[in-house]
């Protein structure tokens, strides 16, 4: 509400309006547009690729949140776009298949970029990813290997959190052999779901490509489209 205010302000203008207050959501979660930044061609249509892969894997999945908003202008947190998932409702718990999902939503836009040219692009998705994967051995109890037991403890969580394994150096090694194989699943589940929907892989990201930001509605309503 202060970022829409502050918009509102440099406008020259009394009242926030919807606008200023979607503006200000993307600004917390990615910062404020680079306007200044140029992409080359190249770069431009393996970034809409990119996050194409990620709404389209997402759209492919129950149980996933519905795609808001995708965009592929720069952000000053160095994102060169992003895709917007927005629950329905309010949301305290996550399932197992809704974490699985997740993951293979995070890897769906390396799994785009490999129709062209594997990028740097997928690094923070990499890292989200393997934190999720991580998080769901150790901390969920939604291994059948460790059962529910926490070989992960989290203090001052309110703090930033810092975690630190509990448990013993040949335990870690089963525990990274684990979260490989999790994000490697669900990497391959993205890879899959892309190459059967080819065609609206190649049109989604033409129409991005040209239009640099589209709603989720306009995403949905080419996705759906015969």
Partial sequence: VNEAALRAVRDGRRFATQADLEESIEVVIAGYQKKNAIMTDEEKKIVAYHEIGHALVAAKQTNSAPVQKITIVP?????????????????????????????????????????????TGASNDIEQATKLARAMITRYGMSDDFDMVALETVTNQYLGGDASLACSAETQTKIDQRVVELVKKQHERAVNILPENRAKLDELARHLYEKETITGEEFMHILNEA
Avoid: C, D, P, W
């Avoid at 197992?96 to 293979?104: G, P």
């Fill in 75 to 119: 952000r000053t947190s160095g994102a060169l776009g992003y895709t917007m998932q927005v629950e329905e409702g309010n949301h305290y718990l996550m399932s197992k298949a809704e974490m699985e999902n997740k993951i293979a939503t995070l890897t769906g836009g390396r799994a785009a970029e490999e129709f062209h040219s594997v990028t």
